[in-house]
């Protein structure tokens, strides 16, 4: 059985990385949002036409970026949102309640600092976690049975 794992969140670490390394060798296929940051800001006014109000080029660029990430989580078996201590990430919180909303199993990635600021989303996960290891071995542990060493 394929999972399709989309990695949503915060894009300034690597642990998505982390959890594709970690999955090696299991039938997993991930997906996830533009983690270029420079580059999904701007894809709205390179696609669809400069924009010289900065709302409305940030509007574009939400919009295309919105159709991905609907498409991803649409497609998803499994959603993993990260949340990190350094920016505010409210698509992520948005991600969350899309993937809850359709019924995805929702997997929930944070620093143990953020437990109480996001007590509402972990509410809606099936798991949280706090380190992306945990995320492999859920995704293991769904896979094969198998529980961590």
């Known amino acids: 059985m394929t999972l399709n794992v989309y990695l949503s969140g915060e894009i300034h670490t690597d642990w998505r990385d982390q959890i ?27 696609i669809l036409g400069e924009e010289p109000n900065k709302f409305w080029h940030d509007h574009k660029g939400a919009k295309v970026n919105a159709i991905r990430t609907r498409h991803g989580i649409e497609n998803a078996d499994i959603v993993v949102v990260r949340f990190g201590t350094e920016y505010k990430q409210w698509n992520a919180a948005f991600d969350a309640g899309y993937a809850a909303a359709l019924g995805k199993s929702l997997i929930v990635l944070n620093p143990p600092e953020l437990g109480h600021a996001l007590k509402e989303v972990h509410g809606a996960a099936l798991a949280v976690a706090e380190r992306p290891e945990q995320v492999v071995q859920v995704l293991r542990y769904v896979l094969t049975g198998q529980l961590p060493a």
């Open 20 to 46: 594709m390394a970690g999955a090696e060798g299991l039938d997993v296929a991930f997906s996830s949002p533009v983690t270029d940051h420079a580059a999904s800001d701007d894809c709205g006014v390179a």
